[in-house]
């Protein structure tokens, strides 16, 4: 059996910078206590690795005591949280994706300037949360165009999106925000386009290697969003689609008969679950 | 006869404002030679009145002495031509409408910020023209979403319209603009609703008196794009329409049997004439 494994599968440049970053600090404070706060990847596995090195993720500041350090996770924090963490003298290492820091630095010089801000995308995700702090107050979540009619337009307006946003939803929403507010009066929309391009790649890839095998395995957390949805648009053209996060739950029944297997991964899935599981099915000699 | 005369008929607010300025001229500068660079306005009649006051239409400043004044129209004029005036000891009074002169501080700003500028227009139009000046070289004009195809995207565009601009047209460029390069890549668009409303308002209300009336009178130079494009818009729905440029225009026989006459202008019909128009009518008691 051929196996084809996504170029594009598993961690993104920003969750594998954050990794990097993390991996280096019990070596680099040998002495000191080291929190997660709040997950730093969906992926379960990788998780557990990280406990076994001794970080424990919690979900408040206050679960950490000042002297510690507290890993700031790939989605970024808000500056009312950095602040918090340095007056309990917690010193925190940042792993905040580039990304989404430079969208946090765009909104701070929109506050500065008095534009009022649109953050497209999900108001309950942490991203978007810490984004939201960011702007000091002159922002407003907008997840679909429906909720554009709450807008009260000032003369200026700047929009970011999500880096995980979908680009053709972005552009949809920008569009009925401009085609709503432009007949009104002299104004100024800047907009921005902070979308990362690997989860669309991502996706791109997995498809079209989807529709070219005889059976599918998407690998990662069942908690992670974009891992179940490269399983979901799988489906849509693939009937043999496997989710699965370790090696143990390969079965050799999937591959009999079979002769092109395809392989792909979400962005928090590590590099080696994704080699176990590829000689795993390997040794199956199908 | 009832007659209606449209409330945006005639001089917009920039046009008043420039006519209000050149007429103080001979009043404050008695003795100096006052020359228009280029024609301030389409209309022949206060073109001639101009003339009749000591104004030279010229258009070139090698046609201007030093020491004369020159007026600078409404559409305004490039910093070079600024500093061509200036070299030559010219003092020039400058009518630039507010709207125009908004438009050349915010392509300076985005020139001196490094931002690739967009200016959708007719490229022919002086506005334009003066535009492209205040852009420093960084300028491109777009006419119609056929030459977005052209554009080589840096990640900083800025895009402004003449003020004159069709808000549909506008939005249909701007959404192709974004459309073609949003997918490419992480950026910057800055869009500017510079387009004055003033057309818009006179046309809407225009075209509203033109379909409950008789008959319909368009006032305004035929060299008046404005005005013209009145007279064709109110004949898509009313029959009896007249373009005339004066009173002396007039024939009694488009008023037999008519009960109600709408009116309406130009940009760059001046009141006087408007009004000589309208008691010339009322004197036919009809």
Request: one cysteine or more; charged letters at 25%; a positive charge.
């Amino acid at each position: 059996m051929k196996i084809i494994i996504a170029k594009e599968a598993g961690f993104c440049f920003g969750v594998k910078r954050a990794m990097d970053m993390i991996y280096k600090i019990p070596e680099k404070y040998p002495d000191k206590k080291v929190y997660s706060f709040r997950e730093v990847i969906h992926n379960p596995q990788e998780v557990k690795r990280l406990e076994s090195l001794g970080v424990r993720v919690i979900q408040n500041i206050r679960q950490i005591e000042g002297g510690a350090i507290a890993i700031v996770g790939t989605h970024g924090i808000t500056p009312l949280e950095q602040e918090n963490l340095k007056k309990k003298g917690i010193y925190f290492v940042d792993t905040t994706c580039p990304y989404v820091k430079k969208i946090h630095n765009i909104v701070e010089h929109l506050a500065q300037n008095n534009y009022q801000i649109l953050v497209i995308g999900d108001k309950y995700h942490l991203e978007v949360k810490g984004i939201m702090g960011h702007c000091h107050g002159k922002g407003k979540t907008i997840s679909s165009s429906s909720e554009i009619k709450n807008i009260k337009a000032g003369p200026k307006i700047g929009i970011v999106a999500q880096t995980t946003q979908n680009t053709n939803e972005y552009e949809k929403i920008i569009f009925d925000i401009i085609n709503k507010l432009f007949k009104t009066k002299q104004m100024e929309i800047r907009i921005f386009n902070t979308i990362c391009d690997a989860t669309y790649k991502r996706q791109k890839e997995t498809m079209r290697i989807a529709q070219k095998v005889d059976v599918m395995i998407i690998i990662g957390g069942r908690n992670s969003a974009n891992t179940v949805r490269l399983y979901k648009l799988c489906k849509k053209i693939q009937k043999n689609v496997y989710l699965i996060e370790t090696a143990g739950e390969i079965k050799k029944e999937w591959f009999i008969n079979k002769k092109i297997l395809g392989i792909s991964a979400g962005a928090s899935t590590p590099d080696w679950i994704i080699k176990d599981i590829v000689s795993k099915i390997k040794e199956l000699n199908i």
